[in-house]
């Protein structure tokens, strides 16, 4: 791959801009600046590179955790409050990365994005089954009655079937952990409601076999590696 196309596939922008860039001699790699955007590059192993002093790897397709803080939107066009990408450097959006399904502006935790379809696909359809695993912190105290309705399944409104949980174990008084294989609009919330209680806080720590890394700071992203993508794919 000459390195014109490889600033280019890694979202530095047109490119024309990624051939000035290389020319200005914005671009090293192993240390020496290269000004030649049609000079090739070898993708085995993926090469590191430094843009503007910053070091990045070459990634075919981007798979990303972020932990989401509060108070942001899962949109590129937000309508209320600032869009989860605004915590991403701008080259994964120029790239194309989508959010892996939505959180609420106010839910936190783990968040998966990427460009890759299928990727995308396979976590958000509901005939793949992925369970979502979420701690939610409800006004009123728990008691067995409502576990036992969000496991055998409770009527949303609007909907012709019941939504049952996966799993629904209480780890104190005013906490729920619930396990979801759908992603409704809602779901948890209406769901928790449906119960008889209230959802205050609401956060998801895992998907699949992936749970969100306590190492990973509130509104901190990390690339997802292969031991990470084949813990997702653990049910």
């Not at 701690?135 to 909907?159: C, S």
Request: hydrophobic share 35%; glycine share 8%.
């Amino acid at each position: 791959m000459d390195l014109e196309t490889l600033l280019f596939s890694q979202g530095f922008g047109s490119r024309r801009q990624c051939r000035g860039m290389i020319a200005e001699g914005r671009l090293s790699i192993g240390g020496e600046a290269r000004t030649d955007p049609h000079a090739d590059i070898p993708l085995t192993p993926p090469p590191e590179f430094d843009v503007d002093g910053a070091r990045w790897m070459y990634r075919e397709k981007a798979y990303i955790a972020l932990n989401k803080p509060a108070g942001y939107e899962c949109s590129r066009d937000p309508q209320h409050h600032l869009s989860v990408f605004h915590l991403l450097p701008p080259q994964l959006a120029e790239r194309g990365v989508q959010s892996v399904g939505r959180l609420d502006q106010d839910t936190t935790g783990l968040l998966l994005l990427s460009d890759d379809g299928a990727f995308v696909h396979t976590y958000t359809s509901p005939k793949k089954k992925v369970p979502k695993v979420y701690l939610a912190t409800v006004r009123h105290p728990l008691d067995d009655a409502q576990l036992a309705k969000l496991r055998d399944g409770v009527l949303l409104h609007g909907e012709s079937k019941p939504s049952a949980a996966l799993a629904a174990e209480r780890r104190d008084d005013h906490s729920l952990e619930l396990t979801v294989l759908e992603g409704k609009y809602h779901q948890v919330k209406r769901m928790v409601a449906a119960a008889g209680n209230r959802v205050e806080k609401l956060h998801r720590e895992r998907m699949g076999g992936y749970a969100l890394p306590d190492s990973l700071a509130e509104g901190a992203w990390r690339w997802l590696d292969e031991a990470d993508l084949a813990a997702l794919r653990e049910k």
